[in-house]
């Protein structure tokens, strides 16, 4: 696609429930990074995908968090029972991952969750 | 670890006139690169400029240009010529080289007055 799709757009939710956060990363981008934007954390990573594979889960913040990836392209982010202080905004970013260090993130307007 | 530091939570500026955005980080490697994002309303970060740590020359992209201080570990956005569509949050972000992850500042949030 033209850039990095993320839905829903805005996701509001009851203390408890699970939530699905979707996002489509750039055609040929083998690279995908999961951030939170939150007022106290600021921009935090979550997580990192080459392919399908998640070698660096360690920003997730409890094992209330999973994601995945699969065909190398859409990612989901899986939030289980949801608390308020999950509230934030979930950015994705993707990126022609080169190695050398000089990776050019191009990211997604985001999923502004509210747990109420 | 590294750490980046945006001391102007909010700052204004006049339409045509010129703005500077401070940052500073804090790291023990030699091999980086800095960036500053764009956030506006629509949520979505904007790469603006990007520098390695490795040139001496300052980057520029037309009316966004740094000045980067290696030794002082100042990163600092010049933006001329300010136009409304600048008004939004602007972060300055660090990625080691060989690496991944960005570790964002705070944010500077920019109001550009008619």
């Known amino acids: 696609g033209a850039g990095v799709s993320q839905s829903p757009s805005n996701k509001v939710t009851e203390k408890g429930k699970d939530v699905e956060l979707r996002c489509d990363p750039i055609s040929g981008h083998t690279a995908l990074y999961w951030y939170r934007q939150s007022l106290g954390q600021g921009l935090e990573f979550l997580i990192y995908f080459q392919g399908n594979s998640a070698p660096d889960k360690s920003g997730l913040p409890s094992d209330r968090f999973s994601a995945e990836r699969t065909g190398g392209s859409v990612s989901t982010l899986t939030i289980q029972r949801t608390q308020q202080e999950d509230s934030a905004v979930y950015l994705c970013a993707s990126s022609f991952f080169s190695g050398q260090g000089d990776e050019k993130l191009f990211f997604g307007s985001g999923t502004q969750l509210s747990v109420l | 670890a590294q750490t980046v530091t945006q001391s102007q939570p909010e700052m204004s500026v006049q339409e045509a006139e010129t703005v500077t955005l401070s940052c500073t980080y804090d790291?023990?490697?030699?091999?980086?690169?800095l960036f500053w994002y764009k956030q506006p309303p629509s949520r979505q970060m904007i790469l603006v400029i990007r520098q390695e740590a490795y040139k001496q020359q300052n980057a520029t992209e037309n009316r966004f240009s740094v000045n980067f201080q290696k030794a002082a570990k100042s990163f600092s956005l010049k933006i001329s010529d300010s136009q409304l569509g600048d008004t939004a949050m602007y972060f300055c972000?660090?990625?080691?080289?060989?690496?991944?992850?960005?570790?964002f500042g705070k944010g500077t949030l920019l109001t550009v007055n008619p």
């Open positions: 790291t023990s490697e030699n091999n980086y690169y």
């Open positions: 972000a660090f990625m080691r080289g060989s690496n991944y992850k960005l570790t």
